[in-house]
């Protein structure tokens, strides 16, 4: 990368990181059943849909023998299929199933969480309202639990339209990377014109989406613009660049540190960056050095939450703490948590 020299002036001076940021437990779980599996089995791996919605993590998993495919048919029999964090649709799985793939599900767990409650509501008799975006895969996934009697809500003049076919029984689920505010503007909507609707006790919003935009609730108003490291496709990523900008931040995504553009930071004293879940470290450590190399002089990182979580691996990839031996492969499906 070219050196490129700051006008006096006009360059940051400070990078303030936001906390937390970057890679989340589910995140962190997938890429890891990808590599193990790789290791364990050796390439190619399938793995159904980008694994996470991040080009830099795909492309080191290409290189590193996974195959990327969006249809079952491009799958050879015989072969090791991984699910894709987001999660598939009930008709995916059982396809999966009946052409006897060995299936390892990188699901998120708490993606996993909502298709159970589906599951369980539907058996209870409930119709169900989806806060989502359209097109998602988890969005697809989820929906997918249920052939009839699920209903997407992308927004609130879409809760002023839908049309279940009872109202008795009629519970919400939502995306687990959608704006939190949005989510709650969207479900107040729906519990306006739907008083008796069920709501999920825990919001579905995952603590990693929830904690990543109070950081930046809590960075953008110090900074003079906030950068997101993330790739287009990711959910959550947009989220956290929509929020700085509705607070007044001018905020940019960017895939790498390639995209910045010099002209973001020309009256930018205070640089805040983040990144989106599924956004590896490495990818922040590159736009800092870039931003230093266009004259920010100190890095701080802000106080924020200390994420614990961690997700168990499904058994045919888990190791025996007692012998450090991989524990026996079986065949699965498998739900992710
Ligand atoms: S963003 Fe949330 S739901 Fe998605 S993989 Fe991470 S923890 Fe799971």
């Not at 704006?179 to 006790?201: H, L, M, N």
């Not at 989220?239 to 995504?253: D, F, I, S, V």
Request: hydrophobic share 40%.
């Amino acid at each position: 990368m070219p050196q490129v020299q700051p006008s006096p002036g006009t360059s940051p001076q400070e990078i303030l990181l936001a906390e937390p940021r970057g890679f989340c437990a589910g995140v962190d779980r997938a890429i890891e059943i990808v590599e193990r599996a790789l290791a364990k089995f050796g390439a190619p791996i399938y793995v159904r849909h980008e694994i996470v919605h991040n080009t830099f993590v795909v492309n080191d998993l290409k290189a590193k023998g996974a195959i990327f495919i969006e249809e079952l048919d491009d799958v050879p029999p015989g072969a090791t299929l991984v699910f894709s964090a987001h999660g598939v649709s009930k008709a995916v799985q059982q396809e999966a199933e009946r052409r006897g793939f060995a299936i390892f599900d990188a699901t998120c767990p708490l993606v996993t969480k909502v298709h159970v409650e589906v599951a369980k509501l539907a058996r209870e008799g409930y119709e169900f309202l989806m806060i989502g975006h359209k097109g998602h895969p988890e969005v697809e996934g989820t929906m997918g639990q249920l052939s009839e009697g699920i209903h997407l809500v992308e927004d609130e003049d879409d809760v002023a339209r839908v049309a279940p076919r009872q109202t008795e029984k009629l519970a919400v689920v939502t995306q687990t990377t959608l704006s939190v505010d949005d989510a709650a503007g969207i479900t107040a909507a729906i519990r306006a014109r739907f008083p008796q609707v069920r709501e999920p006790k825990q919001q579905d919003i995952c603590y990693a989406t929830q904690n990543r935009q109070d950081a930046v609730k809590v960075l953008a108003p110090q900074v003079d613009v906030l950068i997101v490291v993330g790739s287009p496709t990711s959910s959550n990523s947009n989220r956290l660049r929509e929020l700085a900008a509705r607070l007044g931040t001018p905020a940019y995504m960017v895939d790498n540190a390639g995209e910045l553009r010099e002209e973001w930071f020309a009256h930018a004293q205070r640089v805040g960056l983040t990144a989106g879940a599924s956004a590896p470290e490495v990818l922040v450590e590159d736009v800092i050095r870039r931003l230093r190399e266009l004259g920010a002089l100190s890095v701080r990182k802000m106080d924020g939450i200390e994420e614990t979580v961690k997700f168990p691996l499904p058994k045919g990839l888990k190791i025996d703490a007692a012998t450090g031996l991989e524990i026996a492969v079986r065949k699965m499906p498998e739900t992710g948590g």
